[in-house]
């Protein structure tokens, strides 16, 4: 038996094993099962209690009294699937593993015998790890611990790995952003487990709004780390109850052509009104608006470099009261379609820190010149809602933005 440590891999002396996850509270464990490019090829495989079985992958349940376990059956794993993660999340609802420490085994899932051992050191406010990764490398299989924690819970891995995860709608009618926004619809396929929910708002009585949400809305905050958000979802941009009153910047970045002419992506803000009356916009012809609140770092004509190729700073409590929303936008000013970049996306970044609160990646293109990828809404409580777009339009240059952008607000 080997007793594994963070990044070390063993090689699988049998072609069918199990791996538990055992801690002293109840634990969910899942299994992805993952391409070359790290993501599932759809949500059939997102292994768990309530979609028992994949291809080549089950999982089992300990029934309570013994550890849930993923079973990987190597020789009937498809020729796509490069890998296998394992994941352990506390069953309890916002539990984290600070002073629960889990221990996954590897076993041979015909006799029991047991291959390795790994318990993911220095653990603290995570709510979900990815713990071990079962991995084809040159045709023949091996086992690595990994013990990587996710602060936003099962649905931070779940998301990370490409699968969908539904909002749930809430129980009764509470007070809303004056903008509501509808959630993302439930996939047909599969069963949502219900721990996959980002997390609610906190319980504080919310600052008064005119409007109740729209069936299905739901808002996630800022308390449990980095959000990776999907088409029309929405995330207060609120840390431990209080508004993020502090510099915010807005990345963009993609990947240039891999043939024929460079692509040239321009990031924009154009700045909103109470009524929707365009303020200002700020583009690489015109870097600072608004008496410098909001800055804009230059063109890049290519997206060469690595990291970000285009950032807009917003200084979010210098902002004056006339400006209540804003509209983050890209343009291909070069004229490709956005069919035709790759790897295109935006971030949120607390500036002070460097620290990335938001990402939403830029996905199922469609054949345009011009995307509204998020927007910022001031509430009546002084806190800003940032909720991601991805609304394509025919529009090469920030001006055309303006008209679309506003009627989206």
Request: some cysteine.
């Amino acid at each position: 038996m080997t007793a594994m440590t963070p990044g070390s891999n063993i090689p699988l002396s049998t072609a069918r094993v199990a791996v538990d996850v055992a801690a002293p509270v109840r634990l969910d464990v899942s299994g992805l099962l993952l391409t070359a490019d790290g993501k599932v090829r759809s949500d059939d495989d997102f292994v768990f209690y309530n979609q028992p079985s994949g291809p080549g992958v089950t999982y089992r349940s300990g029934g309570g009294t013994a550890p849930d376990a993923i079973v990987v059956d190597t020789a009937a794993v498809p020729p796509g699937i490069e890998k296998i993660v394992v994941t352990a999340s506390p069953d309890a609802a916002g539990q984290t593993f600070q002073g629960i420490e889990p221990t996954a085994t590897i076993r041979g899932a015909d006799d029991g015998s047991v291959l390795a051992t790994f318990t993911p050191p220095r653990l603290g406010g995570e709510t979900a790890l990815v713990v071990v990764e079962i991995y084809r490398r040159n045709g023949a299989w091996k086992a690595r611990a990994v013990g990587q924690g996710y602060a936003n819970g099962l649905a931070g891995i779940a998301t990370d790995f490409g699968v969908s995860v539904e909002e749930p709608a809430p129980a009764a009618p509470v007070t809303a952003p004056a903008t509501p926004v509808q959630a993302m619809p439930a996939p047909t396929t599969p069963p949502v487990d219900p721990r996959l929910a980002p997390p609610a708002p906190p319980a504080a009585a919310p600052a008064p709004a005119p409007a109740a949400p729209a069936p299905g809305a739901g808002k996630i905050n800022l308390d449990k780390g980095r959000v990776s958000l999907q088409k029309n979802q929405t995330v207060s941009l609120v840390k431990g109850g209080r508004p993020l009153l502090s510099q915010v910047k807005m990345g963009l970045g993609w990947e240039p052509a891999f043939r024929g002419k460079d692509i040239d992506l321009d990031a924009s803000v154009i700045a909103f009104g109470p009524q929707r009356n365009h303020v200002d916009s700020c583009y690489f012809g015109k870097l600072s608006i608004v008496n410098g609140a909001i800055k804009h770092s230059g063109d890049n004509l290519t997206g060469e470099g690595g990291g970000d190729d285009e950032v807009i700073v917003v200084d979010l409590g210098r902002l004056p009261a006339e400006v209540t929303g804003l509209v983050f936008t890209v343009n291909s000013f070069s004229g490709q379609k956005f069919t035709e970049v790759a790897k295109a996306y935006c971030r949120l970044i607390d500036a002070a820190t460097g620290e990335e609160l938001v990402r939403f990646d830029l996905t199922n293109a469609e054949a345009q010149t011009g995307v509204m990828m998020a927007k910022l809404i001031r509430q009546f409580s002084g806190e800003w809602d940032m909720t991601a777009m991805g609304d394509f339009v025919k529009s090469r240059t920030v001006r055309g933005m303006v008209k679309p952008a506003a009627q989206a607000l």
